[in-house]
């Protein structure tokens, strides 16, 4: 069993950045690939950014070059970069864990504003 954390969401104007964070407990961390999803309202939950237990990392088409994922497994945290931030960015940021199954953390909320 895992549980995930996640902070660090809030409102930022168009272009800004923020740093999600995802914190793990109740496990070992270090074998669980992290990931992160987001769902806009009306939309459906969208694959972000990936970290493998190995540290390899794939991002979506739609921020590529703009997000970026990274583990620390002495810290049990992932993060989520994001940079030059748009307002499709929209959304609830959900992260994840898995191994055999898939643990979601409560998600946080990031608003980006014209």
């Known amino acids: 069993q895992v549980q995930l954390v996640e902070s660090g969401g809030g409102l930022v104007q168009a272009g800004g950045s923020l740093r999600l964070s995802c914190a793990a407990s109740g496990s070992i961390f270090s074998i669980y690939d992290m990931g992160w999803f987001r769902q806009a309202p009306g939309n459906q939950r969208e694959l972000v950014a990936v970290?493998?237990?190995?540290?390899?990392?794939n991002v979506a088409d739609s921020v590529k070059g703009r997000f970026t994922i990274s583990r620390d497994n002495a810290k049990n945290t992932v993060w989520l970069q994001m940079n030059s931030l748009k307002l499709e960015d929209t959304a609830v940021y959900y992260c994840?864990?898995?191994?055999?199954?898939?643990?979601w953390g409560q998600g946080t909320q990031v608003t980006v504003s014209s």
């Open positions: 994840y864990a898995r191994y055999s199954v898939r643990y």
């Open positions: 970290i493998s237990s190995g540290g390899s990392t």
